[in-house]
């Protein structure tokens, strides 16, 4: 199975196609957008923690894109240097 946006899944809607696959891949970032939990119960018994957040805090190491498609260089540069130390980078890069 393979859960698109897990960062931004609560973790029971992620768990569910899991349950039903062999193997699993979670897709997402967690330094974007959290699960949206309305909730106030919800959050207290800390759904607000995606599948993907609470792998991490275990200590699995996700593996990093480092490379973007969709933005202009120009544009990409914040975001890799504020959230990701300078590690994502552009392709194609425009010719000097």
């Known amino acids: 199975a393979c859960v ?21 891949v ?3 970032d967690a330094r974007q957008l959290p ?20 792998l991490e805090i275990l200590g699995i190491k996700p593996d990093l894109l480092d490379r973007q498609y969709r933005m202009h260089p120009a544009l990409a540069e914040f975001p890799s240097k504020a959230f990701y130390e300078g590690r994502v980078s552009s392709d194609p890069t425009p010719a000097s």
Not at 4 to 10: G, H, V
Not at 36 to 50: N, Q
């Open 4 to 24: 698109d946006e897990a960062t931004q899944c609560p973790e029971p809607a992620a768990l569910i196609p899991l349950t039903k696959a062999l193997a699993g």
């Open 26 to 28: 979670l897709v997402g």
């Open 35 to 54: 699960p949206t939990v309305l909730s106030r119960e919800a959050v207290d018994a800390g759904l607000r923690v995606s599948l993907f957040e609470r």
